[in-house]
C-alpha cells in the first residue's frame, strides 16, 4: 500500500514531491493506495493533503477508491 502522507503534497518544498510523469503510473494502483495516517502529526491540514489527491487529475471515481473504498475493503468495511 501507498500511503498517501507526503506523497503528493508541497512539504518537499520546490522539488515535487511525486514525480509528474509517474502519476498515470497510479491509476493501475489505484487500489493500493490509501490516504495518509500520520494526522495530526505531519506538517500541512488535512485540507491540503485531500486537495493534493485532487490535483493528480485522476478523477473522481479514483479519488472515492483512494479515500474510502480500499480502506473500507481492508478493514472489511
Same mark, same amino acid.
Given at each position: 500500500m501507498l500511503d498517501t502522507t507526503i506523497a503528493f503534497t508541497a512539504f518537499t518544498g520546490a522539488a515535487p514531491p511525486f /514525480? /509528474?510523469?509517474a502519476v /498515470?503510473? +497510479?491509476v493501475h494502483s489505484e487500489d493500493r493506495? +490509501? /490516504?495518509g495516517t500520520d494526522f495530526p502529526n505531519i506538517p500541512h491540514s488535512y485540507a491540503h493533503a485531500l486537495r493534493a489527491l485532487?490535483?493528480?487529475g485522476l478523477g473522481t471515481a479514483w479519488l472515492r477508491a483512494v479515500c474510502?473504498?480500499?480502506a473500507a475493503r +481492508?478493514?472489511?468495511l
Open positions: /514525480p /509528474p510523469a /498515470p503510473r +497510479l493506495i +490509501l /490516504p485532487e490535483q493528480t474510502h473504498d480500499n +481492508l478493514f472489511g
